[in-house]
């Protein structure tokens, strides 16, 4: 024992104090967060919030500048992160700048197994061929497999992405703004995809960065709210989703409703605000 206190074997995320600093601005912290088994988090957020600072230290992708950080019960700065990055699922628009267009989906999503973007071997095993086109499945993609990631619309590109952030069978997974840029219909599709996977106990405990609540699945159990770098509210998600906070997090009036387990957020009409005063 070096006299540091060991990580909770039973939390996937349990950062103390966490701060990320850059060129003398705090970009998010001090945040104290535990992730447990089985838990579904949203953190939800305007724009510039400090999200994806707070999510990138979830993925063993960067350190904190301060606090101490321990994902999947290994304590940064005692771990080698990239050893720790296989155990991580992740599903991010700078993975998705970064696939080749002419990559065909089922070589996109087999390929994750051996830690490769792309096309690496000339023949896979067909145990991983198997679970590749079982994840395209439960993302409603499967009819995909054979197309090039070129071709996808939005919403086809991330539900590929998905499965192949699914395909290691993580212990964790990270979806960053996983319906951003898509219409009405793709949104929805994406949304119920994510409740039956959010409903799923053999599922991985997920973390979601959304500025919608209207893109929070049924099902998801907790959520964290930020603004300029600071936690508003972090906890149960009826606790933490609600008028007053989101009212905080966006700096302006929010009336929310609640239909079907489902969110529906808007700016609260001021009565006679829209008549002209003389
Ligand atoms: N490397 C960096 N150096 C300086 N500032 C940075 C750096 N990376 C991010 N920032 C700033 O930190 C703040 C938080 O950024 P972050 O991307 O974490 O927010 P976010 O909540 O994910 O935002 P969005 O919803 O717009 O994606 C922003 O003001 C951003 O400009």
Do not use: C
Not at 99 to 116: I, N, R, T
């Amino acid at each position: 024992m070096d006299g540091v206190a060991q990580p909770d074997p039973d939390l996937l995320i349990e950062f103390d104090d966490v701060l990320v600093r850059r060129g003398g601005n705090v970009l998010v912290g001090p945040v104290t967060w535990k992730v447990e088994l089985d838990e579904r988090w949203v953190v939800l957020g305007p724009n510039g919030a400090g999200k994806t600072s707070l999510l990138r230290i979830a993925a063993a992708e960067t350190f904190p500048t301060s606090g101490t950080a321990s994902v999947l019960a290994e304590r940064f700065g005692h771990t080698d992160l990239s050893e720790l990055r296989p155990r991580i699922g992740m599903s991010s628009s700078a993975l998705a700048n970064r696939v080749p267009y002419d990559e065909k989906v089922s070589d996109l999503v087999v390929s994750a197994g051996y830690g490769v973007l792309g096309r690496w071997r000339e023949q896979y095993d067909a145990i991983d061929t198997e679970r590749a086109t079982e994840m395209l499945e439960s993302l409603g993609a499967e009819h995909l497999a054979g197309r090039t990631y070129g071709t996808l619309s939005e919403g086809e590109r991330k539900r590929v992405l998905i499965a192949r952030a699914l395909m290691t069978d993580p212990e964790l997974l990270l979806l960053d703004e996983p319906a951003a840029g898509l219409d009405l219909g793709g949104r929805e599709e994406l949304v119920a995809r994510l409740a039956t996977l959010a409903a799923d106990p053999d599922a991985p405990a997920t973390v979601l960065i959304t500025h919608h609540v209207e893109e929070i699945p049924p099902g998801f159990t907790h959520a964290m709210l930020l603004k300029e770098g600071q936690v508003v509210s972090q906890g149960l998600i009826d606790d933490v989703i609600t008028a007053e906070n989101l009212s905080t997090a966006f700096s302006q009036s929010i009336t929310l409703d609640r239909v079907d387990g489902r969110y529906f957020a808007r700016r609260t009409r001021e009565p006679g605000r829209h008549r002209v005063q003389v």
